[in-house]
């Protein structure tokens, strides 16, 4: 929603600066200098970019639309669910949440974070390292390693559909230029023409310019910043658990454990000690769904 609505403003604020200053709006629309723009930076991102990213980028692209879901109640929900399991562990031993770890889909545990368990990947991440904990053959330095090794993994790979938008917005001035200069091209070959209609290609030519600096600026560039920040939220959920599974192996209580992973999020989403506290409490009450 936002998307759009930042897309209508930079519209309603370019175009209808325009049209109060006196211009024509008419003279802005020019079809085949989109074409050119638009056409020349798709072709340039197909031959810049492998099919992976290709691919990974066009995925990518709808979640834009969506709002973050790394909330507030999804942190609580993740940090309940990390404490249910450590509480477990410490009173019945790494061996109690085998059969947990080894199918969440049908743990009880799991079955009361129903918007954990959405979360393929959070989901994924969690039960590898409780593995590799029930397992016991690895250290706490070990596995802090392997952590930071595959977030790092996981931020590359994220960062590819950035880099390529990046890229790719970076590029289109520079193709707005060429289209001006091919209609500057047009211009001068068609010198002999009355003075109105030569007015009318030379406007054409430099709509080219304007046009190919607002879509990068505009309209690309921005959606690149954008999967930036939901990379960066996604990493912070796997940090999350990565601090409070290592507090967890360290030796530290479940409730101490959890506000490991508690301090590490960003202060729009961090729940209060207090709101984790009694969130924890209303969870191990409530009884798991049939």
């Given at each position: 929603m936002l998307v759009i609505?930042?897309?209508?403003?930079?519209?309603?604020?370019?175009?209808?600066?325009?049209?109060?200053?006196?211009?024509h709006l008419g003279s802005l629309?020019?079809?085949?200098?989109?074409?050119?723009?638009?056409?020349?930076?798709?072709?340039?991102?197909?031959?810049?970019?492998?099919?992976?990213?290709?691919?990974?980028?066009?995925?990518?692209?709808?979640?834009?639309?969506?709002?973050?879901?790394?909330s507030k109640a999804l942190y609580l929900e993740t940090l309940s669910l990390l404490y249910d399991i450590l509480a477990k562990v410490r009173k019945e031993g790494l061996m109690s949440v085998e059969a947990d770890v080894d199918a969440p889909d049908q743990s009880p545990v799991f079955a009361k974070y129903p918007m954990v368990i959405s979360d393929h990947h959070v989901v994924e991440f969690m039960t590898d390292y409780l593995r590799l904990m029930v397992g016991g053959n690895l250290n706490a330095f070990e596995i802090e390693n392997l952590m930071d090794n595959e977030i790092d993994t996981h931020h590359a790979e994220g960062s590819i559909p950035v880099n390529a938008l990046a890229k790719m917005?970076?590029?289109?001035?520079?193709?707005?230029?060429?289209?001006?200069?091919?209609?500057?091209?047009?211009?001068?070959e068609?010198?002999?023409?009355?003075?109105?209609?030569?007015?009318?290609?030379?406007?054409a030519a430099l709509v080219g310019t304007f046009l190919g600096i607002l879509l990068s600026y505009g309209f690309v560039g921005p959606l690149?910043?954008?999967?930036?920040?939901?990379?960066?939220?996604?990493?912070?959920?796997?940090?999350?658990?990565?601090?409070?599974l290592l507090a967890s192996l360290n030796g530290y209580a479940p409730q101490v454990a959890v506000e490991?992973?508690?301090?590490?999020?960003?202060?729009?989403?961090?729940?209060?000690?207090t709101e984790l506290e009694d969130t924890v409490k209303q969870r191990k009450a409530r009884p798991p769904p049939a």
């Open positions: 609505l930042g897309y209508i403003t930079v519209l309603f604020a370019v175009f209808g600066g325009f049209a109060i200053a006196g211009g629309l020019q079809p085949v200098e989109l074409l050119m723009i638009g056409g020349s930076a798709l072709g340039a991102f197909l031959v810049a970019n492998t099919s992976k990213v290709i691919k990974a980028t066009i995925k990518a692209l709808p979640s834009l639309l969506r709002g973050s879901r790394y917005a970076d590029a289109m001035p520079a193709f707005g230029i060429v289209a001006a200069v091919m209609g500057v091209v047009h211009t001068m068609s010198v002999g023409i009355p003075p109105p209609e030569l007015g009318k290609l030379i406007a690149s910043a954008l999967l930036e920040h939901k990379l960066a939220e996604s990493s912070k959920m796997l940090q999350c658990i990565k601090v409070t490991f992973g508690r301090k590490v999020l960003y202060t729009t989403e961090r729940p209060s000690f």
